[in-house]
């Protein structure tokens, strides 16, 4: 089977991916986290104004298979939550890269250990 890994994003072994960019960026959970847990049934993210550190808890993914901490690619300041994810929880399924991100953040730092697009694709073959 065949995942999509955008070469626009960074991602963690645990397999959440991240923008790369400068400025706010978003992050979210790649098409094969979201193929491995089945159908995602709740989300519980932080706050807006929370501060994150790279590689910390930042929340849960809840499908019918399974609940799975969600892991911060970077660190800094949570400016965005994606709302939409309170009534529509598969969005994660549905568009994981698009309307599924589930936060935006003001980067401080970025985590030493994020994977490129080729190597994420390794790991997951």
């Given at each position: 089977?065949?995942?999509?890994?955008?070469?626009?994003?960074?991602?963690?072994?645990?397999?959440?991916?991240?923008?790369?960019?400068?400025?706010?960026?978003?992050?979210?959970?790649?098409?094969?986290?979201?193929?491995?847990?089945?159908?995602?049934?709740?989300?519980?993210?932080?706050?807006?104004?929370?501060?994150?550190?790279?590689?910390?808890?930042?929340?849960?993914?809840?499908?019918?298979?399974?609940?799975?901490?969600?892991?911060?690619?970077?660190?800094?300041?949570?400016?965005?939550?994606?709302?939409?994810?309170?009534s529509q929880p598969e969005l994660v399924?549905?568009?994981?890269?698009?309307?599924?991100?589930?936060?935006?953040?003001?980067?401080?730092?970025?985590?030493?250990?994020?994977?490129?697009?080729?190597?994420?694709?390794?790991?997951?073959?």
């Open positions: 089977m065949s995942f999509d890994v955008p070469d626009d994003r960074k991602y963690l072994e645990s397999h959440e991916w991240v923008e790369d960019g400068d400025g706010p960026v978003k992050i979210g959970i790649s098409d094969f986290a979201q193929d491995e847990l089945g159908d995602v049934v709740f989300v519980e993210l932080p706050g807006e104004g929370d501060d994150l550190a790279a590689g910390e808890e930042f929340g849960v993914v809840e499908s019918i298979k399974a609940v799975s901490d969600l892991y911060s690619p970077v660190s800094g300041e949570v400016v965005a939550v994606n709302d939409a994810l309170e399924n549905d568009d994981p890269f698009g309307d599924g991100w589930m936060i935006e953040v003001e980067v401080s730092e970025e985590n030493g250990d994020l994977l490129s697009a080729d190597d994420y694709r390794e790991q997951i073959e």
